[in-house]
């Protein structure tokens, strides 16, 4: 099972991500996430992700071109290795402008993360159907 989420940019109603194909749990997501912002910083991390217009098959920061294509078999003619992130599409259909109504109604999505820029803090949802329709915040680095 894949487990696709979003990840994003906290803004309110306007809040937007982009998709996520593989590891999209909680438990999966969030160490990632937490890691990657501790290096790169909130505004480096948000750029980095949402600007990839076609989406991830993963976000893994450990990730290098060797893993992809030996271990995971990743079409790397769909995409590449991003070094510290994971890997991103190249093409296939857009896949960057979710929102959390796109993905509590989408098949498949069964997470939402949205990155606050201000505290970097993650506010999370289980968009799973069923799931209770509060979210959760977590800090998962820190400014000092």
Not at 61 to 87: C, M, Q, S, W
């Amino acid at each position: 099972m894949s487990d696709p989420c979003i990840v994003g940019r906290l803004g309110g109603e306007k809040a937007i991500g982009v998709y996520v194909h593989v590891d999209g749990t909680p438990e999966a997501i969030l160490d990632r996430l937490g890691r990657i912002m501790a290096r790169d910083g909130i505004e480096t991390t948000l750029t980095t992700l949402t600007s990839r217009s076609y989406g991830w098959a993963y976000l893994w920061p450990e990730l290098d071109d060797g893993d992809a294509e030996t271990n995971l078999g990743l079409p790397l003619h769909k995409g590449r290795v991003i070094p510290g992130y994971g890997f991103s599409y190249t093409i296939g259909p857009r896949m960057n402008h979710y929102t959390l109504d796109d993905a509590r109604s989408h098949p498949l999505i069964g997470w939402a993360y949205f990155l606050d820029p201000a505290g970097g803090d993650i506010h999370w949802y289980d968009t799973r159907p069923g799931a209770p329709t509060a979210g959760h915040v977590v800090t998962v680095w820190s400014r000092s």
